[in-house]
């Protein structure tokens, strides 16, 4: 982390953050801070690549005691916006936002000035209440949902040499730490999560305390967008210039393919989202074996570098992608392709394609109704195209 990230930092968590507008300063420098560390192989640092690095299928709602919701912004119900027109629901000091067992998941910067640290609320996708919030520990850049319970993580820059895992249950909060390693992304299959750092997979059960129940050892280091649980049960992980997969029963690896990309999601079947210089496409990892040709299924033409993959409730897909070929300073853009788009075969983004233009969105939360919901810099935002 440079003096300016710092200073940042100390800044936001020092004094009352402004309402977030596009045009902001603060958010176009934290823009440029989280773009530049999402390229830092070992970095867990403010950029919600991935999708938490897998699409999780909800497996349960979180039960017990809620604490007394606190509403939307003002308190009340949110308005649903005419079609096609963002609408911040939340101003100032979000960091990032899943989906999952009906609800949606915030981490954010507290409100409070005197004690500044991170919350994580627990809000309804329709009307945008906070029905329940947790105090989390720093550092936390990303979350995911899974096995019932919302997960944070982050460290392992300058600000934050440690790397640390959150799991957030009606109990309280669980926590893993690790010594100078970056907790890069989380999946969850079999009933377990886990979780990439250094050049390992940490195997956690959450309902056993905070102790990590196995260790899978990698033949290279774990990056950002970097492990994702098929939706037919395969685990993948990205480990220096190559995937492997592990087999949940035995926590071994069993397989290794030669593919650099990032990972993004999991897209139907056996297949993975990543990015093959200017396309998304998706894969399935094991027929690289045969070649290319056979493992790369569809095929989506983008202007520039993909930063976040999520499917819609309706069959189509949402992705954010630089406008342009300098991911440092073209400006991203959100983008949705219908199932129409995607079922004419290989499609490509275009100034017709419906799209949110010149956002700062690294996760994506698609919601039931068509929708989905991101942090726009620090602003909470939901988007029905």
Known sequence: ???????????????????????????????????????????????????TAAIVVPLSMLQGTAAPATGGVLGQPTPVPPSGQPQVWFTGGSVAMTSGGGSL?????????????????????????????????????????????????????????????????????????????????????????WATTGSQVWVVDGTHGSE??????????????????????????????SWVRIDPTTDRVVDTVHWEGPMFGAAGGAQVWTSDGSRLVAITPRFLHQGQSLAL????????????????????????????????????????LSPHALAAGNPAIDDGTPHVADVTAYQLAPDDRGGVDYTDGDAGTRWMP
């Open 105 to 193: 998941w915030h981490l954010h910067r507290t409100p409070s000035t005197t004690k500044p640290g991170l919350e994580v609320d627990r809000v309804d996708p329709a009307t945008h209440d906070v029905e329940r919030t947790w105090d989390v520990q720093e550092p936390a850049d990303f979350i995911a949902y899974g096995l019932g319970m919302a997960w944070v993580w982050g460290g392992g820059d300058g600000g934050y040499p440690d790397g640390l895992l959150q799991a957030v249950d009606p109990t309280g909060t669980k926590s893993w730490s690790n010594s100078g390693k970056a907790f890069n992304g989380v999946a969850f299959l079999a009933g377990k999560a």
């Open 212 to 241: 990590s129940s196995g260790v899978v050892v990698l033949p290279g280091a774990t990056t950002q967008n970097g492990i994702v649980a098929t939706q037919s049960g395969e685990l993948w992980v990205r480990a220096g210039k």
């Open 297 to 336: 299924g569809t095929r989506v033409v983008t202007r520039g570098l993909v930063e976040a993959v999520a499917p819609s409730s309706d069959g189509g897909l949402f992705l954010v992608a630089v406008d342009g070929a300098d991911p440092e300073n073209d400006p991203m853009n959100l983008y949705y």
């Open 1 to 51: 982390m440079n003096d300016i990230e710092q200073l940042l930092r100390d800044s936001l968590h020092s004094t009352p953050t402004p309402p977030g507008r596009l045009t902001d300063p603060v958010a176009s420098i934290e823009r440029r801070a989280r773009r530049a560390r999402a390229f830092i192989a070992g970095a867990a640092v403010a950029v919600a690549a991935v999708l």
